[in-house]
């Protein structure tokens, strides 16, 4: 099944930027011993980091969203 493109340039942007800073929060929750913040946040910036490397989103694909669209 291929995965067709529903994110714009700008999405797929903010989404890395905020993957990373999940993924480094996840790290600071786990050299602070609170394992559970630290699994959340890591998963959530892993998702995050998967929708800006692929440009598809499934949230915007059940919802119908495309914004890949109104780039030019």
């Known amino acids: 099944m291929a995965l067709r493109q ?3 340039t700008a999405d797929r942007v903010v989404r890395g930027v905020a993957g990373i800073w999940l993924l480094a ?4 929750a786990t ?3 609170r394992g559970t ?3 959340i946040t890591g998963i ?3 998702g ?3 929708n800006s490397l692929t440009g598809h ?4 694909a059940l919802l119908g969203i495309d914004t890949s669209s109104s780039e030019s």
């Not at 929060?25 to 600071?28: E, T, V």
């Open 31 to 33: 050299l602070g011993r």
């Open 57 to 60: 989103c499934g949230g915007n």
């Open 48 to 50: 995050l980091l998967s």
């Open 6 to 8: 529903n994110m714009s």
């Open 37 to 39: 913040v630290a699994a």
């Open 25 to 28: 929060m996840a790290a600071g």
């Open 44 to 46: 959530t910036g892993l």
